[in-house]
């Protein structure tokens, strides 16, 4: 199952309390979602494509080429997931280091290889967290052990690497490398989360601070490895996490310089409330799952949370 976080900045208007986002009478599933101006887009886990609605939540273009030449995304998955630039294009992340660009309309513009330093092995792009006008900022898994960062920063004129961010973490053990990077475009804070043991390690852009806080933190990483299947494994066969019944993250997000996330694995009740933290760990409140979602999406002053399944936004707080 993917979830994706999505930051989502459009000029203010009032927010219905639900937003349908079915692309027509097929079954389909939300994987990624942004909303870009007065246009909604999604990318759609069962149909492997990718879709646009008005801002009403009325269907307006589907685009879909599996394979691997430009334009076309991963055969077996679809795309990754979608997100709005400054200049009014799409951006979509294919399955590994395939970066497809698309105008409005949904018509391909190109697509690019992120490059990484000889002997670097390929990153697997989450998401992309920030832009500027010379580099953009992906959240990406970097399996090398010993070059383990959140962040990937890419150039924008040779989409090659020239750095990487945020908190190292020199371990070759499968469940602490598994880290994926949310970024709050607000507060500058980026959130570094390992959703299936419940790490947490939130620092402010430019900064070589971090803090650390952990969910369920009476559950160490021997009792995780206690309820895996017995088969023969080593540490870093990641192979073993999609054995787990699930993560103990199911969604996080910043939202009014609070954390916001969703518990399942060994919560007392999952997916049935919503925690809300500061950044140093503290649980400030709680409040009711009501519509069962499991993905966020900021919408101007107001936190929307969706269920891929159900193709609809509901409207959770506002500021």
């Known amino acids: 199952m993917y ?119 390929a990153p697997f792009i989450q998401s992309l967290l920030n832009e500027t006008e010379t580099h953009y900022y992906f959240s990406a898994n970097l399996v090398n052990a010993y070059d383990h960062s959140s962040v990937l920063v890419v150039n924008r004129e040779t989409f090659k690497e020239e750095e990487t961010l945020g908190p190292p973490l020199y371990t070759d053990h499968m469940f602490l490398r598994r880290h994926n990077t ?11 989360y390992n959703r299936f043991v419940g790490l947490v390690i939130p620092y402010k852009y430019g900064s070589n601070e971090y803090g650390y806080f952990k969910i369920q933190d009476h559950m160490s990483l021997d009792f995780f490895e206690q309820h895996l299947p017995e088969i023969p494994r080593q540490p870093s066969d990641f192979e073993a996490v999609g054995l787990m019944d699930g993560p103990v993250i199911l969604s996080i997000t910043i939202f009014k310089n609070q954390i916001y996330l969703i518990q399942d694995r060994f919560a007392n009740e999952p997916r049935s409330y919503i925690d809300i933290y500061d950044f140093e760990g503290n649980q400030k409140d709680q409040i009711p799952n009501k ?25 959770i707080e506002s500021l």
Not at 182 to 192: G, I, R, T
Not at 291 to 296: G, K, L, P, T, V
Not at 300 to 309: E, R
Request: net charge negative; aromatic share 12%.
């Open 291 to 315: 519509h069962e979602i499991i993905s966020f999406a900021i919408l101007d002053g107001a936190l929307y949370g969706y269920n891929p399944d159900d193709f609809e936004l509901f409207l």
């Open 182 to 192: 949310y970024f709050d475009h607000n507060s500058e804070y980026f959130l570094s």
């Open 3 to 121: 979830i994706f976080i999505i930051f989502l900045l459009i000029s203010a208007l009032e927010w219905p309390d639900r937003i349908d986002l079915q692309p027509g009478e097929e079954s389909s599933t939300i994987r990624s979602l942004a909303l870009c101006g007065d246009r909604f887009f999604t990318v759609d886990n069962h149909l492997k494509s990718i879709n646009s609605f008005s801002k009403n939540g009325e269907f307006i273009k589907s685009y879909s080429s599996l394979g691997q030449g430009p334009g076309d995304f991963n055969e077996q998955n679809g795309a990754h997931s979608i997100h709005c630039l400054e200049k009014g294009n799409v951006m979509v992340i294919d399955i590994g280091n395939r970066v497809l660009f698309f105008d409005k309309d949904l018509n391909h513009i190109e697509t690019l290889i992120v490059e990484r330093p000889p002997g670097m092995s």
